[in-house]
C-alpha cells in the first residue's frame, strides 16, 4: 500500500512561535486531510485539501499533489494548538494515515 | 447538525469476552468507516460500509466484523478477546463518494484485561 511519511515526529514550540508540519506519500492521491487528534481522542478535520491551498485562521495548507507532498502551517502558536497532527490520504479503496507529529506547545 | 456519535465511550472487557460498539454518522452520511488505534500501530483502517454492504476490508482478522443498519447507523464486534486488542475505535463518515471528506466521532477506548 501507499506510504505516508509526516515530519517532524515531535515538534516542541514557545507559545507564538510558527512552524511548519510536513506530509510525504508515495502515490498519487485522490483525497488528503489533515486532522487534530485533541487530548480525549477524537479527530478534528482541519483541512480537506487533495490539492492547493486553503487558509483557516492562523492554520493553512497545501497540497501539491504532483510531487507528493503536503505542508500544514501554524501561525502564532498557542497552547491550545499541543496535540498531535495527522494527515490521511486516501488511494485506490481506503484512506490511509501517517503517524502523526506530535505537537508540545509550552506557554 | 449532529456530529458522528459513537457508545459507550469506555469500556472494560476481559479476555474471551466479546464487544460491539455503536457509530451513529452525521445525516446523509451513508458511508461509515472504522479504525484501530493503538500506539504501536497507529491509525489502521478495519473496513467501511455503504448502503448496508460492506465496500472495504483492512486486514484484521475474522474476530472483526461490523454490520450497517439502513438508518446509516453502523455496529462493530469483536469477539474472543485478546489483550492486543485494547484501542481506541474511531468511527467516521463521509457522504458516501471515495473522496468524500470524513468526519470522526470521539471514539470508543476499549480496555481488555
Known amino acids: 500500500g501507499i506510504q505516508v511519511e509526516q515530519s517532524p515526529p515531535d515538534l516542541i514550540l514557545q507559545e507564538g512561535a510558527n512552524s511548519t508540519l510536513r506530509c510525504n506519500f508515495s502515490?498519487?492521491?485522490?483525497?488528503l486531510q489533515w486532522f487534530h487528534q485533541n487530548p480525549w481522542g477524537q479527530l478534528i478535520n482541519l483541512f480537506y485539501i487533495p490539492s492547493g491551498t486553503k487558509q483557516n485562521g492562523r492554520l493553512s495548507a497545501t497540497t501539491v499533489a504532483t510531487e507528493r507532498y503536503s505542508l500544514l502551517y501554524i501561525s502564532s502558536s498557542q497552547t491550545t494548538d499541543s496535540g498531535v497532527y495527522f494527515c490521511a490520504v486516501f488511494t485506490g479503496n481506503q484512506f490511509y494515515f501517517g503517524t502523526g507529529t506530535s505537537l508540545t506547545v509550552i506557554p | 447538525k449532529a456530529g458522528v456519535t459513537q457508545t459507550p465511550r469506555y469500556l472494560i472487557k476481559t479476555r474471551g469476552q466479546q464487544v460491539t460498539l455503536s457509530c451513529s454518522p452525521i445525516s446523509g452520511h451513508r458511508s461509515v468507516s472504522w479504525y484501530q488505534q493503538t500506539p504501536g500501530q497507529g491509525l489502521q483502517f478495519l473496513f467501511e460500509?455503504?448502503?448496508?454492504?460492506?465496500?472495504n476490508k483492512g486486514n484484521f482478522p475474522g474476530r472483526f466484523s461490523g454490520r450497517q443498519f439502513s438508518n446509516s447507523r453502523s455496529e462493530m464486534n469483536v469477539s474472543t478477546l485478546e489483550l492486543g486488542d485494547s484501542a481506541l475505535y474511531l468511527c467516521?463518515?463521509?457522504?458516501?463518494?471515495?473522496?468524500?471528506?470524513?468526519?470522526f466521532g470521539e471514539g470508543s477506548r476499549l480496555t481488555v484485561l
Open positions: 502515490d498519487s492521491v485522490n483525497n
Open positions: 460500509y455503504f448502503s448496508e454492504t460492506q465496500r
Open positions: 467516521a463518515a463521509s457522504v458516501g463518494g471515495n473522496t468524500g471528506e470524513l468526519f
